[in-house]
């Protein structure tokens, strides 16, 4: 059995695997010729092939499948039944699927709020220099 931090640490680790994993399949431009193909087949696949949750969703199934993580063990000692087993990877798929998407929401909110300080930085050097009349500095008089 491993430990609580050891458990948090491989479930972060998976989480931000399948954010990457997620994150350069949905928005990657190497992955776009693969995209405009996949999106011809049928509408259904286009609405997958864009849906950051959806392949999200699939690609925690497929490290939950891999890395049979047992975020989810049994408490007992008894060793698990088959059901068992799959409801463990069913329940790590979903966990890791969840890391996922939070991953994503908070990378994406920094990035949307980079691309908000970058247009503020923009605006004001399209703008042009401040010009005042004559220097003024706090608690110093300077005459021109």
């Not at 990877?89 to 939070?102: E, N, P």
């Not at 050097?125 to 009349?133: A, F, K, R, V």
Request: a positive charge.
């Amino acid at each position: 059995m491993m430990s609580l931090g050891r458990t948090l640490l491989r479930y972060l680790f998976l989480a931000g695997i399948g954010h990457q994993v997620t994150y350069t399949f949905v928005e990657g431009r190497i992955f776009e010729p693969t995209r405009r193909r996949l999106s011809t087949a049928h509408p259904r696949v286009d609405e997958f092939v864009h849906c950051h949750l959806c392949v999200g969703t699939w690609i925690g199934i497929v490290l939950a499948v891999i890395y049979r993580p047992q975020l989810l063990g049994s408490v007992d000692a008894r060793p698990p039944t088959a059901a068992r087993n799959v409801a463990n990877v069913a329940g790590d798929a979903v966990l890791i699927a969840l890391g996922t998407r939070l991953w994503n929401d908070a990378l994406g909110l920094l990035r949307r709020e980079v691309q908000v300080k970058q247009t503020e930085i923009e605006a004001a050097d399209e703008s042009g220099p401040i010009e005042l009349e004559r220097a003024v500095l706090p608690g110093i008089s300077i005459r021109s």
